[in-house]
């Protein structure tokens, strides 16, 4: 398995490209099983769980191929099987999300229970109850979800809590149910509202997309398209915690500033200077960061899936901070690797307590989901001496070029194939 060794102590400074959203490529290459008709999808990041997805497509009969970088077309034409392979599924909760199509499209879908980064509970039962109110019959044994209806109906929906995955599966069953849907209590993400979009580009009739209630217009059929997907702002955090750790000053292009507002004012209280355009968004930091408090909470609130990050920063401030993780109970498994390269936390509950040190030191250290391998390189930017990651797979899930994007601003970073001479020098 591969590794990515960091020397830390390099300032980061440079201008650095932000890929496509993965959570949005993710829920719009679902979405594209109700077209009849080639879609295009550009600015695709090359990540495993969008390849991932695709295996998915492909074994329910949908031609995928590549058009050129970042650009891909799928064709749902032919779309011919009602069953998500379970060995797909299991790595990658998303890929759930192929059940309300399936039904929109064929009336039947059996799907695995899905997997994905162990952090905490994340039900399907918004996903389901969403399903069979729309008139779908619903089973759940054997590891399975098996649902059926000759055709789905339209009826009012709502959420008991704003869940992004379940608002956007109900979103796509509805586009080929019979009558009018109506979701409320949703979530309104950016990926939600850019999931609209794309549905409305295919002929659906939506809505209120990013808005807490959603309508949607049954519509007979809907056809290919050409979409490009929108920045991926937990990418654009990163990156932008990256440089902050290193008191860096990077330019982040193709970038959505109002995406990351929640993030863009953390960093400000900490003493960061962002400076906003329409596209970008430069970030400089010139001294110690200091502490602040976080609360993760539903869009627009600050995301779950960058507290982790944020965390690596605060690791160094100066003082103390509490993180507070309201969305996902096991989100704070990358504490104890932190400690190793001493950070001084404390978690209690669902709370991290975070003393700031002057100065972490590398080390040996293991990822154990996407965002906490995030977490990690930001702190081994700014650590003293060399670290090891390992736990890769996890990053390759949701980063796309990770370590060439952070060599490109100056950090001493490389990926290699893990050896036994962990000791020895980086090349």
Sequence with gaps: MDSIYIVGGNRLTGEV????????????????LLAKGP???????RITDVHTMMEMLQELGVRVR???????????????????PYDLVKKMRASFCVAGPLIGRLGYAKVPMPGGCDIGARPVDFHVKGLQMLGAKVTMEHGYVEAKADKLKGATIYLDFPSAGATQHIMTAA???EGVTRIENCAMEPEVNDLAEFLIAMGAKIKGGGTSTIEIEGVDEMRGARYRMIPDRMEAGTLAMAACITRGDVLLTDCSPEHCSAMFKKLQETGVKVIEGPDWARVIADSRPKATDIKTMPHPGFPTDMQQPF??????????????ENVYERRFKYVSELG?????????GRTAIIKGVPKLTGAE???????????????ALAADGRSEISGVEHIDRGYERIVDKLASLGAEIVRR??????????A
Excluded at 18 to 32: D, E, P, R, W, Y
Excluded at 365 to 379: E, H, K, W
Excluded at 419 to 425: C, F, I, L, V, Y
């Design 17 to 32: 490209k932000v890929s496509g959203s993965k959570n949005g490529t993710l829920a719009i290459m679902a979405g594209a």
């Design 39 to 45: 879609t295009i999808l550009e600015n695709v990041p």
């Design 66 to 84: 590549e058009l050129e970088p970042n650009t891909f077309e799928i064709d749902a034409t032919d779309l011919q099987s009602h069953e998500a």
């Design 175 to 177: 586009c080929l149910a």
């Design 311 to 324: 965390a690596a920063l605060l690791a160094v401030a100066d003082g103390t901070s509490v993180i507070t």
């Design 340 to 348: 190793r390269m001493g950070a001084d936390i404390i978690q209690e």
């Design 365 to 379: 250290v293991s990822s154990s989901d996407l965002r906490a391998g995030a977490a990690l390189i930001i702190a």
């Design 417 to 426: 194939e893990a050896a036994p001479e962990t000791s020895a020098r980086m």
